[in-house]
């Protein structure tokens, strides 16, 4: 019961990567495929536009950066402005709103160093009998 010889063994072939895409929906009009994306990496700038309502994104990228990475950047501008206006009652973006970031563990800390937990209505403390 040995292990079987190389030679047995079919070479396996190189894996495919897919590409990342380029085309992408937009947040304000919600056109699917409307919204390229051009990385001029020279001048270290990355370009969105929708071709539908012609909107428009411009950012920093570096030599690692994708179309893919422009695009994140643009829902995280849109997301901060929607949250700096205070809407309230949901985002302007629709369905394509991403949940802001979550609250670290030095947050959770008032200035008092107590822990605020969780304080919710499905917690119910222990009864103390003794």
């Not at 929607?82 to 030095?106: E, I, V, W």
Request: charged share 30%.
């Amino acid at each position: 019961m040995g292990k079987r010889k190389k030679s047995s063994r079919k070479p396996q072939g190189k894996k495919k990567n897919d590409p990342l895409p380029t085309v992408f929906t937009c947040l304000f009009c919600n056109h699917e495929k409307s919204v390229t994306v051009k990385i001029e990496k020279k001048l270290g700038i990355g370009e969105l536009e929708c071709k539908v309502c012609g909107q428009r994104f411009q950012c920093g990228v570096n030599y690692l950066s994708a179309p893919v990475d422009v695009y994140s950047e643009w829902i995280d501008a849109a997301d901060a402005v929607a949250k700096d206006k205070g809407t309230g009652s949901g985002s302007a973006l629709g369905p394509a709103s991403r949940p802001g970031p979550k609250q670290s563990a030095a947050g959770r800390f008032d200035d008092d160093g107590e822990d605020l937990g969780y304080e919710g209505d499905g917690i119910v403390p222990d009864d103390e009998d003794d």
